[in-house]
């Protein structure tokens, strides 16, 4: 069963780059890794998804090493609006396995 | 932008009670999910379903039973409610049947309170 491990918490200030990182033990072949955003009184928002190596979107960055035992998320020049709690998700034809989440704090 | 509306934002239910939670989405999703939300456990899947009429186990679905009777709408039934189902409940979709890695597209969540 796919597990995903993440820190609880993380402070930044604004225009800092934030690298989030989640450990996924017993990633399975098929599975892919997934970012989500949540805000208070709000679903999850899908915030970007990669295999391996590194994809990058208009929100952030995901980089994937080669073992795909881990992921890092990484937030370019975070704003007030970024305060926010992150999910890693690892899955694919199995059932999907919900990180603890990361709760990003970021001070002007 | 795929739209999941979950009917109720807030709940409150007295212990014993049945409960239904309505999920509907319009982008034509085969799969749908439950998931509640508990400060430090973060996300448990209750139940998800991908296609009409069926339903498979997720992680946590004692005390709870699920319906999809149409594409579009993934009921959640507490047959008897308990304390310990107070909780924020998320419903979600993703496009592609049977395939998980399809990124979810959850609702605002119906945060439920059972006395």
């Known amino acids: 069963l796919a597990k995903t491990t993440q820190p609880i918490s993380m402070d930044s200030y604004e225009g800092q780059e934030v690298n989030i990182t989640c450990s996924h033990n017993?990633?399975?072949?098929?599975?892919?890794i997934t970012w989500y955003q949540q805000f208070p009184s709000q679903g999850p928002r899908f915030i970007i998804q990669?295999?391996?190596t590194k994809v990058t979107n208009e929100v952030a960055s995901l980089f994937i090493p080669a073992d795909r035992k881990s992921s890092t998320l990484s937030l370019p020049r975070v704003s007030l609006s970024d305060t926010a709690v992150y999910y890693c998700?690892?899955?694919?034809?199995?059932?999907?396995?919900f990180g603890t989440g990361t709760r990003l704090q970021v001070f002007p | 932008d795929v739209k999941v509306t979950q009917s109720s934002r807030y709940l409150v239910k007295r212990t014993g009670e049945k409960v239904f939670l309505e999920c509907v989405q319009d982008m034509d999703h085969e799969n749908m999910f439950w998931y509640r939300q508990d400060p430090g456990l973060g996300l448990r899947l209750i139940y998800f379903?991908?296609?009409?009429?069926?339903?498979e186990k997720g992680d946590i679905p004692e005390g709870y039973s699920v319906s999809r009777e149409k594409k579009e709408r993934f009921s959640l039934i507490l047959e008897s409610a308990s304390t310990n189902q107070t909780s924020m409940y998320l419903c979600a979709s993703s496009l592609i049947p049977g395939q998980f890695n399809s990124p979810l597209h959850f609702g605002n969540g119906t945060r439920l309170t059972v006395t």
């Open positions: 379903s991908y296609d009409v009429k069926m339903k």
């Open positions: 998700l690892s899955g694919g034809t199995d059932k999907l396995i």
């Open positions: 017993n990633i399975a072949t098929n599975d892919y």
């Open positions: 990669g295999y391996k």
